[in-house]
């Protein structure tokens, strides 16, 4: 797909998740297959607005064309194929509220994906934890069903999601749907609970504590916004899981996505083109990322 010229796309699928999220579905026009990394970015252009960095949140297709929706357990929705894929939009400023106002039918302008994703081949065989906060989940749920879609490729899985309240949880259903799984560990807390709350409350970080790590076999993959990363990584520095093992997913300030503008610059280093998502090794090089 063309660097600078977005591409025409269309959304075939909106709903609304929370009070201030939407999930989009959406299909290159042209039909053009789409592929693209769990952890991939693409930029959405919503015409005479502007444009935005919006993460890929479903899954890509998997290469074993007999796995169909039949044989996911706990999948709500098919891997993304045919040139489609979902995003999920949280309504901050300009082109956020513009694309909230899009409905089904609507066309917008893309480009990418961009950046690099997790090294999820690299991670076969091996012990994943999932953390993620809040608006984290999107970028991990394209990691999460890739893993869950191959299951057997992966050890002990484990997701930890924390939201501020029990109506700002995104992917309710998704994350419901993997607690009741019997070969994934799924924990969800919220921060402030209200009456109905059934579950865990208190700080994702809490969570860390009681795990069973097998630190040498151990990946963890991380986003969530920028004042969990310190926390986080401090109760994983006390399970003793190495840098080069914890993969954590940065959201910089970026404009043209394909390293020519130099909005998300640190150093020497784009984000955009060497990210978003980078080892925690890599990151403690780049002093002021986290
Ligand atoms: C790699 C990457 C992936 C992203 N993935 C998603 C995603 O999956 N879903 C999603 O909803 N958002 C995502 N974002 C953030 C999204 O790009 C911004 O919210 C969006 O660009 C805001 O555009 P706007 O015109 O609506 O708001 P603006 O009018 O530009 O800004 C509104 C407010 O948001 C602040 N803001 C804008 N961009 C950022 C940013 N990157 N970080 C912190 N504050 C910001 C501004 O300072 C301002 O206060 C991602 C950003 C990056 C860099
Ligand atoms: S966003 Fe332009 S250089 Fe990265």
Not at 90 to 102: E, F, I, N, P, Y
Request: include cysteine; charge should be positive; hydrophobic fraction near 40%.
């Amino acid at each position: 797909m063309p660097l600078y010229i977005p591409t025409l796309a269309e959304i075939v699928q909106v709903r609304r998740l929370t009070a201030l999220e939407k999930w989009f579905k959406i299909r290159t026009k042209d039909g053009v297959s789409f592929s693209y990394e769990p952890g991939q970015f693409v930029e959405v252009s919503v015409f005479g607005i502007g444009e935005a960095p919006i993460s890929i949140s479903s899954s890509p297709p998997p290469l074993n064309p007999l796995l169909t929706k039949e044989g996911i357990k706990g999948r709500s929705t098919l891997p993304s194929g045919n040139g489609t894929f979902e995003i999920c939009v949280r309504k901050v400023g300009d082109v956020t509220t513009a694309l909230h106002s899009l409905e089904e039918g609507a066309i917008v302008g893309l480009r990418g994906p961009f950046g690099k994703g997790f090294p999820l081949s690299q991670m076969k065989g091996c012990d994943l934890l999932f953390i993620a906060g809040g608006l984290g989940i999107v970028p991990l749920r394209s990691a999460i069903n890739y893993v869950l879609d191959r299951r057997d490729d992966f050890s002990n899985i484990t997701i930890l999601y924390g939201a501020k309240t029990p109506a700002e949880i995104l992917f309710a259903d998704e994350l419901f749907g993997w607690q009741q799984r019997k070969d994934i560990e799924c924990e969800i807390t919220v921060d402030k609970p209200d009456s109905g709350w059934a579950g865990k409350s208190g700080v994702i970080t809490r969570l860390i504590p009681p795990l069973e790590i097998d630190a040498k076999r151990t990946y963890a993959l991380i986003v969530g916004p920028p004042v969990m990363y310190k926390y986080v990584l401090m109760e994983l520095g006390i399970k003793k899981i190495p840098e080069a093992q914890i993969y954590i997913s940065l959201e910089r300030r970026m404009k043209c996505g394909v390293g020519k503008c130099g909005h998300c610059q640190i150093n020497s280093v784009y984000v955009c083109q060497e990210g978003p998502v980078f080892s925690y090794r890599t990151l403690k090089f780049l002093s002021e990322a986290i």
